[in-house]
């Protein structure tokens, strides 16, 4: 073999071996993809140059409805809640439902109406909360209708914060079956 080109082998390979190697022991070698390697995303919150207004977190399109979102066509009124008279639960009482109705309850529910749902919750007993929560037993709240207590569970009612965000609508129409068993048990 020909000096020069063993010469010329051996430095050939030495500089291969030695450019496979890492940079140091914290940085293996070099990125063939490094826009891969190295995200450019920004953060949620984060300027982003790429916008006009520099905001990384964009508004959604208007009229777009998330898909988790329930399309309840009520408002907080009391003609909305007369008009939500006529919704009646698709659920039949079924222990099971009545069964994840009151966990639903003990949940959510519990800390304001109390265990009884006699409006002596522990928020209310504690004195925390200075206006009473709504006594479920009361003849007034018997005398609603499955659609009214949902649409009181959906959109609020009173002080009554919307809890249609927290409970999802089938656990909600299974808490007024547990409600309802609470009742009948209570007259």
């Known amino acids: 073999m ?12 030495t500089a291969l071996v030695s450019s496979s190697c890492d940079r140091d022991r914290n940085n293996p070698g070099y990125d063939y993809f490094p826009d891969m390697a190295y995200s450019k995303a920004y953060e949620t919150y984060d300027p982003n140059p790429n916008f006009t207004d520099s905001q990384t977190l ?30 009646s639960n698709p659920l ?3 222990s099971q439902y009545i069964s994840r ?14 265990a009884s749902a006699d409006g002596k919750g522990q928020l209310f007993v504690s004195g925390k909360y200075t206006f009473p929560p709504a006594n479920l037993l ?6 609603r209708t499955d659609g009214q207590m949902y ?5 609020g009612y009173g002080i009554m914060e919307p809890h249609g965000i ?9 808490v007024i079956l547990y409600i309802r ?3 009948a048990k209570n007259q």
């Open 92 to 94: 039949l009482p079924d």
């Open 181 to 183: 068993s609470l009742q």
């Open 58 to 87: 964009r508004t959604p399109v208007e009229g777009s409805v998330s898909r988790e979102a329930e399309l309840y066509p009520y408002q907080r009124t009391e003609e909305d809640m007369l008009r939500a008279a006529s919704i």
């Open 138 to 143: 009361s003849e007034k709240i018997v005398n």
């Open 166 to 174: 927290i409970v999802r609508p089938d656990d909600r129409w299974k």
């Open 151 to 155: 649409h009181a569970i959906t959109v």
């Open 101 to 114: 109705g009151k966990e639903v309850y003990e949940n959510t529910c519990l800390h304001c109406h109390g």
């Open 2 to 13: 020909n000096r020069p080109v063993a010469y010329f082998s051996v430095i050939l390979v």
